[in-house]
């Protein structure tokens, strides 16, 4: 069954604290992204990789990090530097122009 | 920077009618323009991809637009049934395989 897995579902985090949303794929695709979407807005790019090690800026990555060591993975770690983290974030993987998203994780400050 | 602006926040039929959602963006025209479905507390799922170079897209009941001049796509579901009732996304291609996304109209289909 191929997709897109995001992990956990729901998350908490205290301030001050860094986080880190799991996103793992068994699609073979090579580009991956992160999406942060706020009620009523649209999805926003926060980073995206086009290969294994290299990974790009996206329209809101101040706060946030990634890495792409393996091709399957791409971990999104929300710092305390990101000043109003409380989202749902979306992964996807593109296979040519169609992006297969993953279930989200809802990231909640408490 | 690219602006994508969706019809409206909220779309209200009854179930049979055809829904139509605008979505229009300002400046450059993308290669292609997508549209999703995002039912609540879960991803965006693909449904059309239309190129610039293509005025009209079909996929069963779905129908999407193109119109480069006037840079609007309209999104038509047929014989609209409540399990359509979601949340319809418009996305434009920026580059290196990167979207750009509406806000998204809900649609919701009355029996």
């Known amino acids: 069954d191929g997709g897109i897995t995001q992990s956990p579902k729901y998350l908490f985090r205290k301030e001050g604290q860094n986080v880190t949303l799991s996103c793992e794929q068994n699609?073979?695709?090579?580009?991956m992204y992160w999406y942060r979407q706020d009620p009523g807005q649209g999805l926003r790019l926060i980073y995206y990789?086009?290969?294994?090690?290299?990974?790009q800026k996206g329209d809101i990555a101040e706060g946030y990090s990634v890495s792409r060591e393996k091709k399957e993975s791409f971990p999104l770690t929300v710092t305390s530097a990101q000043k109003n983290p409380t989202a749902f974030y979306l992964c996807?993987?593109?296979?040519?122009?169609?992006?297969?998203f993953g279930q989200g994780t809802r990231l909640t400050v408490v | 920077s690219q602006k994508i602006e969706q019809n409206s926040e909220a779309l209200n039929i009854q179930e049979g009618k055809t829904a139509t959602l605008t979505c229009n963006y300002t400046n450059y025209s993308p290669a292609y323009l997508q549209w999703y479905r995002q039912d609540p507390g879960r991803g965006p799922v693909f449904l059309l991809l239309?190129?610039?170079?293509?005025k009209e897209k079909r996929k069963e009941r779905l129908k999407v637009t193109f119109d480069t001049t006037l840079k609007q796509s309209l999104f038509h579901i047929t014989a609209s049934q409540p399990a359509d009732s979601a949340t319809y996304l418009c996305a434009l291609e920026m580059g290196y395989s990167t979207l750009t996304f509406g806000k998204g109209t809900m649609l919701l289909v009355s029996p």
């Open positions: 239309i190129r610039e170079n293509e």
């Open positions: 996807a993987a593109n296979r040519g122009t169609e992006a297969f």
């Open positions: 699609l073979n695709h090579d580009a």
């Open positions: 990789s086009q290969i294994v090690n290299d990974f």
